[in-house]
Each structure stands twice: as structure tokens, then as C-alpha cells.
């Protein structure tokens, strides 16, 4: 069994990848979303691919299933169990106000995903070293769960009870006692998912899941009996948030930690390109035909945090740091009172852009592409989708450029430059507003339409260039073939470092890296595949924020401590003369897997260069772009701008103050045309 199989479903098309590691042979393939049953796509998309599942070796799969269903509030009726007096925690929060609400005095609070009749309190208590102090009542359980269950009609329940991160005994007794009242309602218990301090949190990150969860698991079920009734009998993985991937039995637990695995494939891949092209600095940019995603990779690791924020509610996971906008190819351009904008609503996958001709009737940016010049009718999607250029025109005119009173030349710019602008203010805020530079970084640009659109957006951010990686259109899919099986395991242990003891906290990594080493072992890993990355959050002291401190091969605590001033003078500029103190422990559990290795391109196709009148953002105006076929550039060919290249599945343009170089592994690098 030789082949390694990957599908990431985005929110227009299916990309399906394969690697066969006898003979480093990759296949890939699209199909379209289906959004009224998403296993359907991948189904499609699996069966397009030349390859017989039961020679699959392992299918790693990144879905962002639970994404949808909190952005669309479609989730399952979720209930809340904690302890008596604290069931309005989750909406009492931190009282956080949107940033651009802050002197908003008419700003009202979203909706809660739970509201307060489906939040109950149950006696039982422990302190905050994990020790009993009052019983758990399991008669106030059996009365609450039957509430929630028959009065309220709950379908999942959240159990998150004060210090369960130190003793998860309480949850667990709540757990059983709802499977013997009612084995289908769906649990998930905080302490489960982080075994770390914060009630508030913990409670949200709980609830997130819980809200999620019956519907993936329903979907990752469906799916893996689906691709069985097929032939597949290989392991099934799904792609974490936070990189790495896990079990599909294991999402199905804590599927909160799939939330983003979708765009955490395309990080994973392009890590995996920028080091092997010595290029560990990027700043990626995934567009699709739904949304934008970029993120930071610096030395060759992409930003990661402990906790993030998902439509104003905090998730304390492992989760890379990835801003995502409404900007993508589907997104629909519109007039608000006379102004301009493009996105956040999307046309998705059916009808899509008006040029697909399934029915769309408002123009989004792929229309706006059509009438630019930039893609071809006849040949997008490999000539398997005929476009409709007259009606993506007329969509254009009808709805944006006549009531603008411009030409739909105009239109077209504009809603490209509107896209442009928002992109823009996304990228500065995980560089600019964090004191990075993106002056000082390579741009790597994948999607379905992150290579037409990028160089614009480097152009913009004055960055000196753009990697286009092979096959940029399934990169994200590709990348999941390159994710290790990761577990993160973490422990809070709050103690100032003076006052700690080297041999405890040596021994507290060793308990975490033994959970993780059965886990792994679980999985099939042997000794040899198993990695172990040890770490400690620390901050000073009287400080409310930690900066991450790898812990391997400490030899002291004092090694430790001058670790986390050198990590605080690097974030801060400055340290302090505080005592340090340690506030998480966490140890990443790492299977290795095989990979694919970037081959050296070397056969190209002898296809002519033609040419075709499109827009050139340089010279603001129509001129003529060569059109260069992918599949015929060589190693050290370079490509002068304005120029458009093809591949069956995206389109990659420059303009006239940019030029293209190929790379020995195939890779396009666009920069600054020499004067």
C-alpha cells in the first residue's frame, strides 16, 4: 500500500490529491461543493482521482464542516451543566466588546449559542488543587440532564465544572450519568478538550464543541462508510487547527480542534516548501472562491496561539494564527447607498458567479476577472465548465457599473481594488500591528484564485516576492500529505520559577510525554516515528499575558528563566526585573509520517505563447499579456510582465512592473521587474 490520499473541501470545490511513494507520482483533482451534503464533493472529487482505495495506505481529510456551521448558526441545541450558582459564566464572560464597537452605545452582545433557560447548575465542588470539598449531587444531575433534554430539547450537552483541569473526576460521573439517561445525546467535557485554567474560557471553548459536534461526527461516520463501502480500509485522519493531524476517532471527541483544519493544510505545506527552498519567512495567502486566509510563518513555523477568538466567542486550543476575511472568487460585489463593496456574502459553489452559468445573478469578483481578461472561457477548469463572459457583463453593468454611472471595465477595477483594500488591512494586522515588516517576507500564494490576486496584494504591501507553488490550487490538500499525527497535552502549574522545583517540573513533562507516547502507540507509531516538543507559557509576575518558551533540553530553571527573557525582549523590546513565573506546561506528541519530496521539474510540454488584451493594474489600462501555458516552463525560464499563466486549475497574472522566474522544483517566484 503505497498511496497517501488527501481531500480539503473548501467552500466552492473539492480538491483531492494523491501520492503514490513507490514512484513519487501525484495525482490531483477537483469537483464542486456540495453544500446540502458535503461527503457527496469528496465522494466525487475521490472518485475523479486514478486510484484504487484499497491500495490507500491513509486518508488525511480537512473539512471546515464546523466552521460553517458556527459562522451559519446551524449547530445543535446545546445545553450547559456546571456548577450550582455559575451557569451565567458563558455569558458573562470577560464583558469584551467588539474592537469596532468599542464607542458604539447602541452595541447589543450576539446572540449567546446557549441561552439561559439551557444553562444549569448542579451541586459539587472542588478547590482549586482538585480536591473534593462538596460531593457531585447526581440526583441534581438526573434532574438536570432530563430538563435539558425533555423540557428544552438539547441534542448536546457541555459539562464544564471550576478547576476540572486539576481533577476530572466530577465531568466524567456527569458524563456517564447522561449516557445511561439518554446514549444518544452528545457530550463533551472540558476536561477533555484543555486541562487549563480560565472558567470563562474553558466554558466557551466547551460549549463550541459541544455546539459542533453531532453534526461532525454524523458527517465523519457518514464519510468513512462511505469511502469503506469503496474499498478504503486505511487509516482516516483529519488535519488540527493548531497543524498536525489526529485520528477521525479522535476529532470525533474534541472535533473543536478541527475547526480550522481546512487552511491549517495549506500551512503545513507551505512550511514544507519555504524550508526547502530557503525561504522560512512568509506571509501565505489562501484564497478560495469563498474566503481569504493568511497567516505569518517565521522560521519556518507558522503563528500559533492558545487562544483564539471564533466569532466573538475565545478558543482555547492550538490553533495557528490565521486571519480569514470574505474575499475570495465567489465573493459578491454590491452597493451600499452608492458605495462599493465586495464580500463578505459569497456565491459559493451553486448558483457561484454569474459567468458559471448556473443561475447566479449578482456579480462577485470572478465575474469581475472574466471582464478584466484574465481568464480564459475555453479553458477554465481545463475546459470542463463553459463560461458565460456576455452574462458575467451584463451582471457586471446591471448591478454595479450603470448606477455608478461607469463603464464595466470600471466596475471590474473597482470591485478588484475594493477586494485589494480589505485584504490589505487583514495582512497588516498579523504583521504591521504585531511589529513585523512585510517588506521582509515572501509572499506564497495558493487557492483557486490567490495567484491572480496576489500580486496585486504584494505590490501593494511593497513585498519583494511571491512564491506560486506547483499545482497552487489543491496546495492546501497537498499540504495535508505532508501533516504529521500530533497531540498537544498541557497541564496548568502556576508557580513563580524561584519558588519551583527543576526535578517537579522535569517530572510533570515526562507524565505529559508518557500520555502522549501511549497515544501515539495507539495509533501504530513506533519508538522510532515518535517525537516529543516540550514547552512552558510563562509571563511575570502580575502579568495577565504569557509568551511560549520551548523547554527541550533545559538543564535548570535558571536556563529556563533566561530562555523566557530573551523570548520577552524579543515580542516586547525590553525585559523586566519581576520574577518570572510558569503558568502552563505542554508537551506536543508527534508522529512522523512519510512525505512526498519536492521533485526537480525538468519535462515541459512545447506549447506556444499567445497572447490576449486584459487589464494591467501598472499602466491602469488594456494592453496585450502573454499567455504562457504552465506546463512549458523549464527550470531558470523567466517570464517578463504583463503576462498570464495557465494551468488546468488556476490562473496566475503579473503586470508590467513584474516579472516570473521558474525555480528548480517548478515553483514560480514573481518580483519586482528590473527597471
Not at 471546515?64 to 458563558?90: K, Q, S, W
Not at 452595541?107 to 472542588?126: A, H, K
Not at 517565521?298 to 471564533?310: H, Q
Not at 510582465?641 to 503579473?654: D, K, L, N, S
Request: charged share 25%.
Amino acid at each position: 500500500m503505497s498511496d497517501h490520499l488527501a481531500v480539503d473541501i473548501g467552500g466552492t470545490f473539492v480538491d483531492a490529491i494523491s501520492f503514490d511513494s513507490s514512484t513519487g507520482e501525484i495525482s490531483l483533482e477537483k469537483a464542486s461543493t456540495t453544500q446540502e451534503d458535503p461527503k457527496e464533493g469528496v465522494l466525487d472529487a475521490v472518485g475523479k482521482v486514478d486510484l484504487n482505495l484499497a491500495d490507500s495506505r491513509a486518508f488525511t481529510h480537512g473539512t471546515t464542516l464546523g466552521l460553517n456551521a458556527l459562522l451559519e448558526r446551524e449547530g445543535a441545541t446545546t445545553g450547559i451543566i456546571t456548577n450550582e450558582g455559575f451557569r451565567d459564566v458563558f455569558e458573562l464572560g470577560r464583558y469584551d466588546v467588539e474592537e469596532g464597537e468599542m464607542y458604539n452605545i447602541t452595541y447589543q452582545r450576539p446572540e449567546q449559542l446557549v441561552d439561559r433557560r439551557r444553562r444549569l447548575g448542579v451541586p459539587g465542588r472542588l478547590n482549586a488543587d482538585g480536591e473534593v470539598v462538596e460531593p457531585l449531587d447526581e440526583t441534581a444531575v438526573r434532574e438536570a440532564v432530563r430538563e435539558l433534554v425533555e423540557d428544552w430539547d438539547v441534542e448536546s450537552i457541555a459539562v464544564c465544572f471550576l478547576h476540572a483541569y486539576k481533577n476530572p473526576e466530577h465531568e466524567q460521573r456527569v458524563a456517564d450519568i447522561i449516557k445511561e439517561e439518554y446514549d444518544d445525546v452528545s457530550v463533551s467535557l472540558s476536561s477533555d478538550i484543555t486541562n487549563e485554567y480560565r472558567e470563562y474560557e474553558r466554558t466557551a471553548t466547551t460549549v463550541l464543541d459541544a455546539y459542533i459536534k453531532p453534526i461532525f461526527e454524523s458527517y465523519v461516520d457518514q464519510l468513512r462508510d462511505s469511502l469503506h463501502d469503496r474499498g478504503l480500509e486505511a487509516p482516516f485522519f483529519i488535519t488540527r487547527s493548531g497543524g498536525g493531524a489526529l485520528a477521525a476517532d479522535n476529532a470525533k471527541t474534541a472535533p473543536v480542534q478541527t475547526i480550522l483544519s481546512g487552511p491549517a493544510g495549506g500551512l503545513i505545506g507551505a512550511s514544507f516548501v519555504g524550508r526547502r527552498t530557503d525561504r522560512e519567512d512568509l506571509i501565505t495567502v489562501d484564497m478560495g472562491g469563498t474566503s481569504l486566509d493568511a497567516c505569518v510563518i517565521e522560521d519556518g513555523t507558522p503563528a500559533v496561539e492558545y487562544e483564539a477568538t471564533l466569532e466573538n466567542q475565545p478558543v482555547m486550543i492550538p490553533i495557528y494564527d490565521i486571519r480569514t476575511i470574505g474575499a475570495g472568487g465567489g465573493s459578491i460585489a454590491w452597493l451600499d447607498g452608492g458605495l462599493l463593496k465586495v464580500g463578505p456574502k459569497s456565491a459559493g459553489a451553486n448558483p457561484g458567479p454569474i459567468c458559471y452559468g448556473k443561475g447566479g445573478e449578482e456579480p462577485t469578483l470572478t465575474d469581475a476577472a472574466v471582464a478584466l481578461g484574465y481568464i480564459d472561457a475555453d479553458a477554465f477548469l481545463d475546459g470542463e465548465m463553459d463560461l458565460a463572459t456576455d452574462a458575467a457583463g451584463q451582471g457586471i453593468a446591471d448591478r454595479i457599473a450603470d448606477p455608478l454611472g461607469m463603464s464595466v471595465a470600471e466596475a471590474s477595477e473597482g470591485i478588484f481594488n475594493v477586494t485589494l483594500a480589505n485584504t490589505v488591512g487583514a495582512i497588516r494586522e498579523i504583521t504591521v500591528e504585531k511589529g513585523l515588516d512585510p517588506r521582509e517576507f515572501t509572499m506564497c500564494a495558493y487557492g483557486g484564485a490567490g495567484p491572480m490576486f496576489a500580486p496585486l496584494l504584494a505590490r501593494e504591501l511593497g513585498m519583494k516576492e511571491i512564491l506560486i507553488p506547483q499545482a497552487p490550487s489543491v496546495f492546501s490538500a497537498w499540504g495535508m500529505l505532508m501533516a504529521d499525527v500530533v497531540y498537544d497535552f498541557s497541564q496548568t502549574r502556576i508557580n513563580v520559577l524561584e519558588e519551583s522545583d527543576y526535578d517537579t517540573l522535569i517530572s510533570d513533562f515526562e507524565r505529559l510525554e508518557d500520555e502522549g507516547r501511549q497515544t501515539l502507540a495507539d495509533e501504530g507509531f513506533t519508538d522510532d516515528e515518535q517525537q516529543f516538543e516540550r514547552s512552558v507559557e510563562m509571563r511575570y509576575l502580575g502579568q495577565e499575558h504569557t509568551v511560549e518558551v520551548p523547554a527541550d533540553d533545559i538543564s535548570s530553571l535558571e536556563e529556563l528563566g533566561q530562555r523566557f527573557e530573551s523570548h520577552h525582549v524579543d515580542r516586547y523590546g525590553h525585559a523586566m526585573d519581576d520574577p518570572a513565573e510558569a503558568v502552563h506546561i505542554r508537551v506536543r506528541a508527534v508522529g512522523t509520517t512519510e512525505k512526498p519530496e519536492l521533485q526537480s521539474a525538468d519535462s515541459v510540454e512545447d506549447v506556444p505563447v499567445t497572447t490576449t488584451e486584459a487589464y494591467c493594474f501598472a499602466t491602469e489600462s488594456f494592453t496585450d499579456f502573454d499567455v504562457v501555458p504552465r506546463s512549458s516552463l523549464a527550470p531558470g525560464d523567466t517570464v517578463p510582465g504583463p503576462a498570464i499563466i495557465r494551468e488546468p486549475t488556476t490562473t496566475i497574472v503579473f503586470h508590467s512592473d513584474q516579472r516570473a522566474t521558474v525555480d528548480d522544483f517548478g515553483h514560480l517566484v514573481i518580483a519586482e521587474a528590473d527597471e
